[in-house]
């Protein structure tokens, strides 16, 4: 039997190295971008939409943000981005939002709202957003991070490390560890 289960991640593990991703199957495609606010660097994780994805085709980017009610800035975007707008209720400090098809709005406080917006993801820790962002219009810009999601990047260039647990083949990459059928555990 461990001969048997020995060949089949071997096979599994061949199929992988010549695969165009690690993981083809990988239901969770994130994607890591810096916001930069002064000296201050906040990482995002853009949502998995069409909207992350056409607004992180958007980055190098700089805005000229403006203050509304002292819990957000926006800019008006030249283009309109794709839309999947909803009510979420409550509004996080640290959400990235789409206002209409083009209004990006990043907020800085947590309230009750019922405005519909589209999400384009959020800040991972919001601590010292509001502080660094300030009361006035600001210069905000957001750019990819090194860290990317693992259908981007080749097989043959993501560090990762394969090995076998109780007979079951893992895939360990960028802390996250998959199990053959693709499965973060």
Do not use: W
Not at 152 to 158: A, E, F, M
Not at 159 to 182: C, M, W
């Amino acid at each position: 039997m461990k001969r048997i289960l020995f060949f089949l991640a071997a096979a599994c593990l061949s199929a992988a190295a010549h695969s165009k991703t690690l993981v083809a199957y990988n239901t969770e495609n994130t994607m890591q971008i810096n916001v930069i606010v002064g000296t201050k660097t906040f990482t995002a994780t853009l949502a998995d939409s069409e909207t992350g994805r056409a607004f992180a085709q958007l980055l190098p980017l700089t805005l000229s943000m403006t203050e509304l009610n002292g819990n957000e800035k926006y800019h008006y975007l030249d283009s309109s981005l794709p839309t999947d707008s909803y009510r979420p209720g409550t509004i996080h400090a640290g959400d990235l939002m789409l206002y209409g098809n083009n209004c990006v709005v990043l907020f800085y406080e947590t309230f009750s709202s019922s405005y519909s917006y589209t999400r384009i993801g959020s800040i991972d820790n919001p601590a010292g957003l509001a502080a660094a962002l300030g009361s006035g219009n600001v210069s905000v810009r957001f750019e990819k991070s090194a860290t990317t999601d693992l259908n981007q990047v080749p097989s043959d260039q993501v560090p990762s490390t394969k090995f076998i647990e109780n007979g079951v083949l893992y895939i360990k990459h960028n802390a996250q560890t998959y199990d053959v059928r693709g499965t973060r555990l």
